[in-house]
């Protein structure tokens, strides 16, 4: 992590801003000095580069034409797409020689195709668009997240983004279904296939998902569209223990099937958290509990999903096996409960310094990693503000610490490695991963040797060397 300091004296080359003119024109080179610092500071205000200038091509020809340069010059370069990553990986470091690599302009739907059930579309088309074209055409295009309104197809494919959705659809990586990438020589390549079934060797499609930018950049993808749910039913439930919430998701799931469409989580402190930062909100429950959780099931007709709900909800009312419900009557009351889940972010940016854990594990470890890692955490400081809170469903906690917002770097920095390491040492124990949905970025990239084999690493690191044998994409992000 590094804090804000000035730009460095020189920027680059003009040799090669000259060039890089040349391949995008006018329009896509950005050097003013405000732009640029909006680019290079990330969503969070946790990380803080400089950049040599903020390239913008306007089509994947143009995106050839640059990284055929930055490879003829060893020119690093950072892809950046919505700028909404919660890793850093999107940020350049401070030297000023990296070159940002903006697919904002990358903007157009190219096809959607309602039989084949698919969307091709640019890399910097934002998730919200790609609904909206989905929408036309009466298709649904289910991934979906707080940042949906700036994060792109190409940024959510290179986080492998998760979200809401996850428990039903899967992980971005389980929408796609072609890509077309720039490698970082300049040469593309065309995976742009709409296939269900293609079993022709290696899936090369899988090695850019995930990859952070740090193999080349995505240009386009195909992804899969599905059926549209017109009946939706969503509750808020309480629960005075996390085992409740696990033992209310099997039972959803026996009862609702794939019509268990979301199952978010988050603990007393984290409602009260966005309640107290986000103006307009009302806790759904009057009664308090320890955890709640937003349930929601969808279809494409109501067969009747409300009364589904409010009988499975009622059920394990009956038998104490959670201690509240409400079921939304209303899209106000279905819109306030997911302002609430959606708010969480926003009122921990606004209430103080997340110290963030994005970890995954299995669901039926949660209760008891979170009994162990609270008495660590709290072990360790007994004042610790845990904001807990994600995708039960999925098995994805944001196990997070909130500092003051007045907390010295000082301060912020050996809490950080402390708590870390307390957190992370019991999601190994458990079976877990240390990155469920954020990707390693430049935040979990010096831990990464730790939870990862060595092997996996080494054959990641050879992966990278055939693809960028120059060392241009992304340096110091994952690897
Ligand atoms: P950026 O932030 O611009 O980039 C992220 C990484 O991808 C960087 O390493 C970058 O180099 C690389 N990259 C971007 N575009 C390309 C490309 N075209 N080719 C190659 N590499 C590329 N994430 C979740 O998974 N689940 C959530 O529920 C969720 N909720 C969020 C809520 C809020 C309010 C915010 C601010 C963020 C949330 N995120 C969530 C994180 C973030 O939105 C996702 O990681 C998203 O996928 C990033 O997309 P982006 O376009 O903003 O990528
Ligand atoms: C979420 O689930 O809200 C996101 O992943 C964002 C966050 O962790 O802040
Ligand atoms: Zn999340």
Known sequence: MSGPSLPPAAFAAPELIQRLRAAVGDAGLVTDPQVLAALTTDWLGKWHGHAAA????????????VMKICH??????????GNTGMSGGATPDASGAQLILSTTRLNRVRQVDPINNTLTADAGVTLAQLHEAALAH????PLSM??????????????NAGGIAVLRYGTARDLVLGVEAVLPDGRIWNGL???????????LRHLFVGSEGTLGVITGAVVKLYERPTARATAWVGADGLDHLVALLARLRTACGERLAAFEMMSHESLALVLAHTPGLRAPL????AYHALVELADTHDFGLGALLESTLGSALADGRIDGAAVCTSDAQSANVWKIREGISHAQVRAGRAIKHDIALPISALPVFVREAEAALRAADPAVHIVNFGHLGDGNLHFNVLLPLDTPPERIHHATLRFNGLV?????AHGGSISAEHGIGQL????????KPAFELELMLRIKQILDPNQIMNPGKLL
Not at 148 to 159: K, M, V, Y
Not at 193 to 201: F, M, V
Not at 444 to 451: F, N, S
């Open 424 to 428: 992370h040492h019991l999601v190994r």
């Open 72 to 81: 003829d010059t060893h020119t690093p370069v950072v892809t950046q797409g």
């Open 444 to 451: 979990r990239r010096d831990e990464l040797p730790l939870y």
């Open 54 to 65: 903020v390239v913008r091509p306007a089509d994947t020809q143009e995106v050839a034409a």
């Open 193 to 203: 296939r709409a296939l269900r079934k293609d079993n022709t060797g290696y899936d």
């Open 138 to 141: 009466d298709r649904f295009f």
């Open 286 to 289: 009057e009664s308090r509990h």
């Open 146 to 159: 707080g940042s949906e309104g700036s994060c792109t197809l190409g940024g959510n494919l290179a986080t």
